[in-house]
């Protein structure tokens, strides 16, 4: 079996940027480098804890513009719940702040709690402003209401794509409003202009009220998918602050349905170039609208020229949908596909603090290396219902599928639950971390961990490589005849061994509710007894405990254990 200083070695090594050299004494806060991003009369600060890190209740930030002095602009700073019923709040170790309405040029820098410091980065762009309470596509954009003459925001989302593309330039649409999809029905709207790491392209919200309502709408006289905002070989575009919604016209006969993504970002395939460091932050994705025939998403990442099931031919590619962050988003309704989905994506991508509430997939990623999912929610449907309200013949069908070739990927602090089929599933995956997620009580299909690696069905075995550590998690089984974990390995003897000899369970609760406890398919065979799991696992994983978490109240998706043997598993583990 695996080392864990093997593992932790490989993952330091694939995830350098992580950063635990700042310790101050006392208080044991142990923080990532701070980055802060700069558009316009905007800038967005993020820092992250380390894992092994105390999370102070509040922080204070200061900030520094050219060679003046520190200012004190948040004494107590808490960072507010992402979006309502948010569970994470005194557990999650990602955190921003943005500081808005900047109207004097030079370089700033940002200090947290007096240590942490953040990178320098010069404002630069333009503010742009649209609303349709008094906007018109004629005025300059540049005031928030109308000011007389030309001088006053502008009315439409197209005319804010025709005229802001420049690095740094931010674009805020009015709170409150509903903008309607002008693109046309044949048409994608696709932003041109490219940002960069310190100054992106930042598409946002101002004023009071509910967020802004941004419609993508296709009808069904277009004969081809239709995907909102596409980013193709595009760099460094931030939306934030927005509800994007996709819709669908069924007044025409052209025969397809609705939107395959309202966000699409895609590489531009062997020509290049790649689509890189976009950020989908503090946003509402409503995916009622999506498509029913197509494997699109409501975000959906894609390399144009990805294999799905070809190892080699993916290693070979020269441009990729890269460095991609997906952060405190409430995506829901996605009855038919994924809500986020990633095709490929062989570099850095970052899911954290969503909420998929009510899709058939909440994320699913086919392919690509150095993932990290933690600190969200997915619930497939209710306690009673498993296929969700209303029709939901799919909703649910799945929270996290990990299929064909993945590479040093993290699945940390999530909790999955209420699923249609499976809860969890990583297959064909290498120097893999699964720990402290809650997965509970799938309706149906496969186990709630299922591990699977499968070279005559397209996979890679990647299993028999190893570096897969499963660890402080919880799993209680499905209400069907499967198992609370399932284990499928197809032709493991092209890596030699037995499975066992390339995954380490440590540290994990397994309970059924129905099914068995654990079901292997290579060798075919189930531990469903109490004294099985003693025999026949823990013979392999002696830390691992066969026990009811006691939840404290599933039907209200409370999910803290009065079990004090599961108290440093799950993802509220203390």
């Not at 990602?94 to 808005?100: A, E, G, I, L, M």
């Not at 018109?136 to 005319?159: C, F, K, M, R, V």
């Not at 905002?229 to 760099?235: A, D, I």
Request: net charge negative; proline share 3%; charged share 15%.
């Amino acid at each position: 079996m695996m080392t864990l200083s093997r593992f932790f070695n490989r993952m330091l090594a694939r995830h350098a940027h992580i950063n635990i050299d700042h310790l101050i004494p006392g208080t044991f806060i142990v923080v990532d480098d701070v980055q802060v991003q700069n558009s316009a009369s905007q800038c967005r600060i993020s820092w992250q804890l380390a894992q092994n890190s105390f999370i102070p209740a509040a922080f204070t930030i200061h900030r520094k513009i050219g060679a003046g002095s520190w200012t004190l602009i948040e004494s107590a700073y808490s960072m507010p719940s992402p979006f309502t019923g948010y569970k994470f709040t005194g557990i999650n170790r990602n955190f921003y702040y943005v500081d808005s309405g900047l109207t004097t040029a030079g370089t700033y820098q940002y200090r947290i709690n007096n240590t942490f410091l953040s990178n320098t980065i010069t404002k630069t762009g333009t503010t742009y402003y649209v609303s349709t309470t008094d906007g018109n596509d004629s005025y300059n954009g540049l005031y928030p209401t109308y000011q007389g003459g030309s001088n006053g925001p502008w009315l439409t989302i197209n005319e804010a794509i025709n005229s802001a593309q420049t690095t740094g330039d931010l674009v805020l649409f009015n709170k409150g409003n509903i903008f309607p999809d002008n693109a046309g029905a044949t048409s994608r709207r696709y932003l041109y202009g490219d940002g960069t790491i310190n100054n992106p392209i930042t598409w946002a919200s101002y004023g009071s009220g509910n967020l802004p309502v941004l419609q993508t709408k296709a009808n069904d006289t277009y004969t081809q998918h239709f995907h909102g905002f596409t980013l193709s070989g595009k760099k460094y575009h931030n939306f934030e602050f927005l509800e994007i919604e996709g819709t669908h016209d069924a007044s025409g006969s052209g025969g397809k349905d609705g939107n395959a993504s309202v966000i699409m970002l895609q590489c531009a395939g062997d020509s290049g170039p790649d689509c890189e460091g976009h950020k989908i932050l503090n946003c509402e994705l409503d995916l009622s609208g999506m498509a029913t025939d197509h494997p699109g998403g409501g975000i959906f990442m894609y390399n144009l020229d990805y294999t799905l099931h070809d190892q080699d031919a993916n290693e070979a590619m020269t441009y990729h949908v890269r460095d991609i962050e997906v952060a405190y988003c409430y995506l829901h309704d996605c009855t038919q596909r994924s809500a986020l989905r990633a095709h490929g994506c062989r570099e850095y991508g970052w899911y954290h603090n969503n909420f998929f509430d009510y899709n058939s997939a909440a994320w699913t990623i086919y392919g690509g290396t150095n993932h990290v999912s933690e600190y969200n929610e997915a619930k497939g449907g209710t306690y009673s219902n498993h296929n969700g309200p209303g029709d939901g013949s799919s909703a649910g069908s799945k929270a996290l599928s990990q299929q064909f070739w993945n590479d040093g990927v993290i699945y940390r602090y999530n909790l999955i639950y209420y699923m249609n089929e499976y809860n969890l599933s990583i297959q064909d995956a290498k120097d893999s971390l699964v720990e402290f997620n809650t997965l509970y009580n799938n309706n149906a299909g496969y186990g709630t961990l299922f591990y699977w690696s499968d070279p005559d069905n397209g996979g890679e075995a990647h299993w028999a490589e190893g570096g897969n550590i499963c660890k402080n998690n919880i799993s209680m089984g499905s209400t069907s005849a499967q198992g609370a974990v399932r284990i499928n390995i197809a032709d493991l003897e092209e890596g030699g061994g037995n499975w066992y000899d390339h995954v380490d369970f440590y540290d994990n609760c397994f309970y059924e509710t129905v099914g068995s406890i654990i079901e292997l398919d290579s060798p075919d065979s189930k531990i469903n007894t109490h004294a099985l799991f003693l025999s026949n696992w823990n013979d392999k994983y002696p830390d691992d405990i066969h026990e009811d978490p006691q939840f404290n109240s599933v039907s209200t998706g409370d999910f803290t254990t009065n079990n004090s043997n599961c108290s440093n598993k799950g993802c509220f583990a203390t």
